[in-house]
């Protein structure tokens, strides 16, 4: 093998797979894995730049599965160890412009969209942060329907927003039920923001695939067996719907002894998050009852294959190089997505060179509350 790059130190290829101490990761000048070997055992040609070292660690990125991108580049997130991101709540033109194929262009994550969210006329979020274009008014089935016909070939997920936060209306369950059926003949999951018990209900009667959030209203053991009867997962933002009396980190552990599917998610737009790896996010996961490798395989592993389909988020032989060379353990230290010395995306890779990580985002910035 002539160029290409020799990753060593701890290797964890995702899934269920053991970490491996001093160990390579080869990748080919094409940008693919060649090979996984002990270091010892694994003959590394000259030509072949080493990074790592004894203390490094290489597995897969984080997946995002709930952010805005409105509010935080792509890029500015793959320096921080994101290697894919799903956008879930955008107007059509930008998410459009961020959807990215099988390949997103070197120096950016993979990126799958919602585009608007489906809400009933005058609904959330078309009254707040997504008054300009972030919402698709459906008021009859029909017109639900119609809806998701026309984002079929633009979108990777359909999403409906159940809130009735401060009186705003929500779609009915006739609605909800449309845009599910017609979401499923398309061959389209659903999520759903669903916080309080009643509109998380409302979407588990409807038949939805994921919930988007933890509900912040304490759920009771009956929804929580039925969110586990209906075998769905639940992205966490768990981090950003802790403040104030939310229950959002008690329904989170609930979920998790129930043994609902909890993936990693920041909602990123909210206050206090910024793009990247969020540690905070990693350990309310590892508190709710998964600890820290559970949490690591909830931000990787299960992320990926939510947000990219079966068989993402690990490191294979053969296969274009998507992962990340940390400086130290992260299920010892989250913070160590703060410095990835390297993230890969389909066998392109990024040097970081940025240390300063930014930490408010511009909805901090502009004084307002955020989007989820």
């Known amino acids: 093998m002539t160029g290409g790059l020799a990753l060593v130190g701890t290797v964890w290829a995702g899934g269920d797979a053991a970490p491996l101490r001093d160990h390579v990761v080869l990748i080919d000048p094409a940008g693919r894995v060649d090979r996984i070997g002990p270091l010892r055992a694994v003959d590394v040609p000259g030509a072949v730049r080493r990074l790592g070292g004894p203390d490094a660690w290489i597995g897969p990125g984080v997946v995002d599965a709930h952010v805005h991108v409105a509010f935080g580049a792509p890029q500015d997130a793959l320096r921080y160890g994101v ?98 059926d017609a979401a499923h003949e398309a061959g389209l999951r659903v999520t759903a923001h669903a916080l309080t018990s009643a509109m998380v209900t409302r979407a588990l009667d409807a038949g939805v695939d994921e919930l988007c959030h933890t509900p912040v209203e304490p759920m009771t053991s009956h929804l929580v067996e039925r969110v586990a009867a209906a075998g769905i997962p639940v992205v966490s933002t768990i981090e950003t719907l802790s403040g104030g009396r939310s229950g959002a980190p008690a329904n989170a552990a609930a979920l998790v002894a129930a043994g609902v599917p909890l993936v990693y998610g920041t909602d990123l737009g909210n ?17 709710a009852g998964l600890g820290g490798w559970g949490a690591l395989r909830a931000a990787t592993t299960l992320a990926a294959e939510l947000v990219l389909g079966a068989g993402a988020g690990r490191i294979v032989a053969g296969e274009p190089a998507t992962l990340v060379v940390l400086p130290r353990d992260p299920v010892a230290d989250p913070s160590a997505w703060r410095d990835p010395g390297v993230v890969a995306v389909a066998g392109a890779f990024t040097t970081s060179a940025a240390k300063r990580r930014p930490e408010l985002s511009l909805w901090r910035a502009r004084g307002r509350s955020g989007p989820a």
């Not at 972030?134 to 159940?162: H, M, Q, W, Y």
């Not at 206050?271 to 309310?284: K, N, Q």
């Open 83 to 180: 290697v894919a991101l799903r956008d879930l709540g955008a107007p059509p033109v930008l998410a459009a412009a961020v959807r990215t194929s099988a390949a997103p262009p070197p120096g950016s994550p993979h990126v799958r969209v919602a585009g608007p969210l489906l809400t009933a006329p005058g609904g959330y979020p078309s009254r707040s942060w997504g008054s300009r274009g972030f919402a698709r008014f459906v008021a009859s089935a029909d017109e639900a329907r119609a809806a998701v016909r026309e984002l079929v070939g633009t979108v990777d997920v359909v999403k409906v927003a159940l809130e009735p936060a401060g009186g705003q209306p929500t779609p009915s369950p006739d609605v909800v039920r449309a845009v599910v």
């Open 271 to 287: 206050v206090g998050t910024s793009p990247g790896a969020d540690p905070r996010e990693l350990h309310r996961l590892a508190d």
